[in-house]
């Protein structure tokens, strides 16, 4: 259980020295909603380039095999350019782009950023590996509009129940 713990509290780091970087975050910490016309950014607990994402997979791993997420969080941070873009929407939906839990990904809505979610219990992502979370003004293979951009985040999967 120690092993959360410090996840979680690197996790917080990262992203705290992210803010403090100058990276053009803005909003991270305090809700604001999402509008359109603007630029954002996805974050996997709380890191927007290669993050971890802990999994549990009890016994023997083979290639293509999948598990639950161990607490993981997903949220948006609304940046002063490039990125993703909302285009004229006023939401960005989040994924994990390998969810075999079902036909279609399960998929975060928000509307307000710094406002992070829990990762759903349903999903099901390579118990190791490399992998991509998407961040979409758009639904999972919805036809959508002119002017939005995706930001794909990637992570890295650790099974933690070896």
Known sequence: MRLFT????VAA???AATLAGGS??????????IGPGEHFLGLVNGSNYQATVYTACAGPIWPGRTGPVVSGTL???RVAKRHGATGPLSQ??????QDAS???PQMLKFTDYGVGQPVPEAVRVPCDGKGRVQFSPCPYRAPC???WVP?????RFVNVAD
């Open 75 to 77: 949220a948006v941070a």
């Open 102 to 104: 079902a036909p279609a």
């Open 145 to 147: 509009v002119a002017g």
């Open 92 to 97: 960005v939906y989040a994924w994990f782009v």
């Open 6 to 9: 410090r996840s979680g509290a």
């Open 13 to 15: 780091l990262v992203m």
């Open 151 to 155: 930001n794909l985040v990637s992570v």
């Open 24 to 33: 053009g975050v803005a909003g991270a910490f305090a809700a604001d909603p």
